[in-house]
């Protein structure tokens, strides 16, 4: 009989890379540090330690499911290859021209982030496709031949080549490839009518720069990673999680890096997803905080929202439009600089502010005793009563609360005039009305309710500050599941294999031709299902369509989902019924007398996975109460209360604990502030949430 085999599921962040190993038994997770020069140390770190708590050896483990944010942090700190842009003749200003628009309206001293690529590594072709793929200006070989030796000169390691309507006909781009490659061994190039084949000439071209700029780094960091895990007796397929929610192959991971910005954030959502799937909740908004960043998204219908443009890097307070648009599928979230390690300062106006700057694993808050001396959320919760700094981590490390408290005195008390409890009160506080304006703008550019949801929180940060979250958005109830510390690191080994092909293909309405989208359907189909080939030979494949439709003059589109029947016999009629339903609701009512028109194309294939299994409602026990207690400040009450302390694993199903409480594991702690009560799940998940008012109970006071 052949010996069980086993899953590896690896997150790296910004502080902490957790790793969970899956097999018959269950899941065995661990939280090791982030080592930032060789990522890959802290992988195999972990992996030992997570083999050593299954008992079994590196040989067992059949795949790796690896997220990363190392391609995002390479776009953020502009540490990427060396890259030029191959453009058309008079549009190379178009990164820097962006769209025109002002992201912060009334700042007459808005300075426009920087491109990527400053404008003496931006080169230009004299050619021209129009919008349907006619060619205006041929392309001369010789031209592109004496370009590629200009390219030699200036030493470049990555090429990106964009040119005018290249998702129509790549025709040219496909040529200056070729060339090249024979003129230019060695050098890597991205065509923009691969790496992201939709119309706006802005957010092509910096898709395509983006993915040029980080691919020598992520290809040599691939190889490294499968070379070690082979050394070290993982000698397994490796795969990717892509930011739309899938796996991709390690192969098309490398050429395509872009699509990896977002990796771990979407494994979170995914991870949300299935929680929800399991409880049977149709509306959950997805909280994940971590060490560097807090991450939120909306999912209707047991399925994380998605979008086919993001932005990453946003340099002014966080604001749409002040970051590198980036044109892939991606999972719609909406994320900012607050976790544990991010770092808080006093502003001229003598104001407390936090993150996006973060202490990382390196040296990390002041309470790890690695040299960090300024205050960190981490430091915050550890006065606060959050933590215990002997069992931080599994006791791995361990907090020194003098050093949380100087560095709180330090930074914010002594400017403030606050004692170090006020100092971390005032930075909890802040950090915790970010994250819930976030959700607020979020839900309200989605135009939802937030008090009709229910809150997934997870992450080794996200379980210590949900309940104040939900506190300040008028939410009733925060489900913190099983592995909550690792919960993306969970999720990649939750998702598919999928890969979502997209073109540009502009349509009007009167003009729609039932032939011709019938063969675009099945063309995008196929190439979707061949990339998913690639990490799967045999497994059952299915397919979602959708296009991007808009009134004629509108600026922007909004996506209409194509049943199956539609791909096979599209039909105008319906599809136009289909359009104005998803417009309603989004904005109220539909537009007389303009007609609708397509601009995009997609088809996401995707491997099958088994239906989650319902939890039952919960049988309720008697009251537990825990024989230890911890001091625990609570910011709705404004003072310290008694807590009391119980680990996670005594609580049997149905347990109930009244808040004030602190909910102990391993990788994280469950905050239970005085207004809440929870109740253990069947399948061992967390249930905060308003007590009935009988339940309610006075604290006793420090």
């Known amino acids: 009989m052949p010996e069980p085999q086993y899953r590896l599921g690896v997150d790296i ?14 899941l065995t997770s661990t939280k090791v540090l982030t080592t930032y020069a060789a990522p890959e140390e802290a992988i195999v770190e972990g992996l030992h330690r997570v083999c050593d708590l299954a008992g079994v050896g590196p040989g067992r483990i059949s795949q790796v499911i690896h997220g990363t944010t190392l391609a995002t942090n390479a776009l953020i700190e502009r540490r990427g290859a060396r890259t030029a842009l191959v453009t058309t003749e008079g549009f190379r200003d178009v990164i820097e021209m962006r769209t025109e628009s002002r992201f912060e309206q009334y700042d007459l001293n808005l300075v426009l982030p920087e491109p990527l690529l400053p404008r003496n590594r931006r080169y230009t072709l004299r050619e021209r496709m129009d919008a349907d793929g006619g060619v205006l200006i041929p392309l001369d070989r ?7 030796d200009r390219l030699r ?32 061994p060695g050098v890597d190039v991205s065509l923009s009518s691969e790496v992201s084949p939709q119309m706006r000439e802005y957010e092509r071209f910096n898709t395509t720069i983006a993915n040029a700029y980080i691919r020598p780094l992520m290809a040599s960091y691939l190889g490294r990673l499968k ?3 082979a050394h070290e007796g993982a000698a397994c397929p490796v795969f990717l999680m892509h930011s739309g929610g899938g796996i991709l192959s390690l192969e098309m991971a490398a050429k395509f890096p872009v699509r990896l910005v977002e990796s771990g954030p979407a494994g979170g959502a995914i991870f949300a997803a299935e929680i929800a799937a399991r409880h049977g909740l149709d509306r959950v908004l997805s ?19 998605t979008a086919r443009v993001f932005e990453v890097a946003r340099s002014y307070r966080f604001k749409k439009g002040s970051g590198m648009p980036i044109s892939i599928p991606v999972i719609d979230m909406v994320e900012i600089g607050a976790g544990g390690g991010s770092l808080a300062t006093v502003d001229a106006m003598n104001q407390i502010r936090v993150g996006p700057e973060s202490a990382g694993s390196e040296p990390g808050p002041a309470c790890y005793g690695r040299g960090g001396t300024r205050p960190a959320v981490t430091d915050a919760d550890l006065v606060l009563g959050k933590l ?16 949380a408290e100087a560095a709180l005195q330090t930074e914010i008390g002594d400017t403030l005039e606050m004692d170090a409890l006020e100092a971390a009160y005032g930075l909890a506080e802040v950090v915790d009305e970010n994250m819930a304006n976030a959700a607020r703008v979020h839900a309200v550019e989605n135009g939802e309710d937030l008090s009709r949801y229910t809150m997934i929180a997870f992450g080794g ?30 999720g990649f080994l939750r998702a598919p294999f999928s890969f979502e092909a997209n073109r540009s293909v502009f349509t009007r309405m009167r003009e729609f031709d039932s032939e011709t989208v019938k063969a675009l359907f099945a063309e995008l189909r196929e190439e979707a299902e061949s990339f998913v080939r690639t990490c799967d030979a045999t497994a059952p494949i ?32 319906r599809l136009l019924a289909r359009f104005e339903t998803e417009y309603t609701a989004l904005f109220g009512r539909t537009v007389e007398g303009l007609e609708a028109e397509i601009t995009v194309w997609s088809v996401n294939a995707f491997t099958t996975r088994p239906a989650a299994r319902r939890v039952p409602a919960p049988t309720r026990t008697a009251r537990m109460t825990g024989t230890a207690t911890r001091p625990l400040f609570d910011p709705a009450r404004g003072e310290r209360l008694t807590a009391q302390v119980l680990p996670r694993a005594d609580l049997p199903a149905g347990a109930l604990v009244t808040g004030p409480a602190l909910i102990t594991e391993d990788e994280t702690t469950v905050v239970v502030p005085a207004s809440r009560e929870v109740i253990a799940l069947p399948d061992g998940t967390l249930d905060v949430h308003l007590p009935q008012p009988a339940d309610q109970k006075d604290a006793a006071h420090v």
């Not at 215990?388 to 050093?403: C, E, Q």
């Not at 379980?463 to 913190?480: D, M, S």
Request: hydrophobic share 45%.
């Open 388 to 403: 215990d700094p002997a069992n931080f981590a599994g006791g791995s490390i361990a907090l020194h609360p003098d050093r």
């Open 227 to 229: 070379d070690r895990l």
């Open 153 to 184: 000169a200036g030493g470049y390691d990555s090429v990106a080549v964009g040119l005018l309507h290249a998702y129509a006909n790549d025709a040219h781009e496909r040529m200056v490839a070729e060339v090249l490659a024979e003129k230019l």
């Open 542 to 573: 299915e397919a979602e369509a959708k296009v991007f439709m808009r009134y004629a003059g509108q600026g922007w589109e909004i996506p209409v989902p194509v049943p199956s029947k539609d791909m096979a016999a599209p039909d105008a009629d």
């Open 461 to 490: 940060a996200a379980p210590l500050h949900a309940a104040r979250l939900c506190e300040k958005l008028g939410v009733a109830r925060c489900l913190v599941p099983q592995g909550a510390g690792v919960g993306s690191a969970i």
């Open 287 to 305: 909280f994940d905080m971590g060490g560097t960043t807090a991450k939120i998204c909306l999912i209707r219908d047991m399925a994380p929202k």
């Open 142 to 148: 010789a031209e592109v031949a004496a370009l590629a």
């Open 13 to 26: 962040g910004g502080t902490f890379t957790d790793v969970v190993l899956e097999g018959p038994e269950g």
